[in-house]
């Protein structure tokens, strides 16, 4: 009999609700369009309580269902945002986000725009996916004062344009034949994109082969040569941001740079570009305050005024991280030999000794052994060895006497703890790249790896030349594609040096054979 009612029990029929939970779930799972809209058309029909999430859901899939089904995705996700604005569910920045997608796909970009700065009646924040239909709507419609609007709205917001978002500004600007934001837009992506993608280069290929990229007129002078150097200088180098020099015709050419930096189309030495100087001050007081914060101040305020005595270090070098190198063995420990190694390496190549930083509390317990004391005491002697106080972080003295005094940096530390992302801004990497030097030893044999000797990322030279790196699967950078864009007469001056140095040669060969 139990047996008997618990079969009936088990074919009990299931509840609207339960059954739309179980579709649902299958639904959300296959994005299948005709599945989702004869389920919501079901839930309608049936009264059955809709929330958030599941209305999301289905916008989704219609903002996801364009391309295939654009007409009846539109119209019916627009359906579903009505449907939740009557029902008084306040939308969220997912919910913006599908429906701006809806009203680009039928090029409405002022609707799309409009639905992203609605969300913060609703007490959300757009992301940057929230702004991308408007302003590639725009794009599309060659409205480059309205894609304007679209980008001041995002930074507005405390957002950064990626890669995607800065081409296609780059690219308005450069159909609509504003040069001045194409230079703009060409720096930004300098700035914020390390190497760009195949479709980035395009854009900046049509840009500069086009015919109003040729007419752009220098607004500098030939007297301010001197202006765009100091310029070069006071940015670490790479770029001076001045605007176009030179006019005339554009040449285009795909090549690589070679190790020692040099393009192997028009022969111009590139940078290794550093941070400008006032990014470098800022970077300092930064650190000061972050460390200062951290630390006991008098203890990093005494460090900070010995520094301002003792500021002709060209190297700082990381003794902890040295000394600890490959020493997790049985008989490792501490080995002052190797950070004796990278003092005397870097002393040969310099003449110049480097400062040293250690835990106090090391520094005793070296001093007490036989072996150590001698070397400890010259360094100590020679003012090149500093003992940070116990229980203080070494990392905030090292990378601080490294930025104030503008020097290389020796350490295999990638910085990833969480007290440098306190640091914030796309200049740290920037200056690790240009800074820091890591180490090896191969078979006990000390191997410096100092910083390349160019950056990899769009330079713009005092000539006016301009060099952008493509994205690269290859791991030998001697392989990687670069642009290089310089004018007609530039590369005439580079075609008749190389022309006259081979004379040069064939010149001293004939001699040689003559005599």
Partial sequence: ??????????????????????????????????????????????NLKLNLHHLNCFLYICSNSIE???????????????????????????????????????DDADLSFELVKSLLKYNDKPRLRTYDPALFCYVKKSDAEKAYLVEKDILNMGLCLEEPEIAALLKVSAETGNEEKVYEYLHKLRIGVKCVNES????????????????????????????????VLKNGG??????????GKWVLQR??????????????????VDIGREETEKFAQSLMALAIERETRSNFTQFQNWLDEHNDFEAIVDGANIGLYQQNFAEGGFSVSQVEIVVKELYNRSKKWPLVILHDKRIRALLANPSNRDLLEEWIERGVLYGTPVGSNDDWYWLYASVKLKCMLVTNDEMRDHIFELLGGNFFPRWKERHQVHYTFP??????????????????????????????????????????????????????ETSNAHVGITGKRKERSSS
């Avoid at 009846?72 to 009557?86: C, P, Y």
């Avoid at 790479?238 to 006019?247: P, R, S």
């Fill in 68 to 106: 295939d089904n654009k007409d009846i995705a539109i119209d019916k996700g627009f359906s579903i945002f009505n449907h939740m604005i009557s029902s008084k569910i306040n939308p969220n920045e997912a919910t913006i986000t599908a429906v701006s997608r809806l009203a680009a796909a039928k």
């Fill in 200 to 231: 980035t280069a395009e854009i900046i290929t049509n840009w500069f082969k086009g015919e109003t990229a040729s007419k752009v007129v220098s607004r500098l002078k030939d007297c301010d040569i001197d202006r765009v150097k100091d310029m």
């Fill in 255 to 272: 090549t690589t740079i070679d190790s020692n930096g040099v393009c192997c189309a028009c022969k111009d030495h590139l940078a290794c």
């Fill in 238 to 247: 790479g770029w001076h941001g001045l605007g176009w020099i030179t006019k």
């Fill in 1 to 46: 009999m139990k047996n008997q009612r618990k079969k009936i029990g088990n074919n009990k029929t299931p509840t609207p609700e339960s059954k739309f939970r179980s579709d649902f779930s299958i639904c959300s799972k296959e994005k299948d369009l005709a599945g989702a809209i004869s389920l919501f058309d079901s839930a309608v029909s049936q």
């Fill in 443 to 496: 078979k006990g044999k000390l191997q410096l790896l100092m910083p390349p000797p160019y950056s990899i990322l769009i330079q713009e030279s005092e000539r006016g030349t301009w060099h952008v790196p493509l994205v690269s699967d290859h791991n030998d950078e001697s392989l990687r594609t670069w642009l290089c864009i310089s004018h007609s007469d530039l590369c005439k001056d580079c075609c008749d």
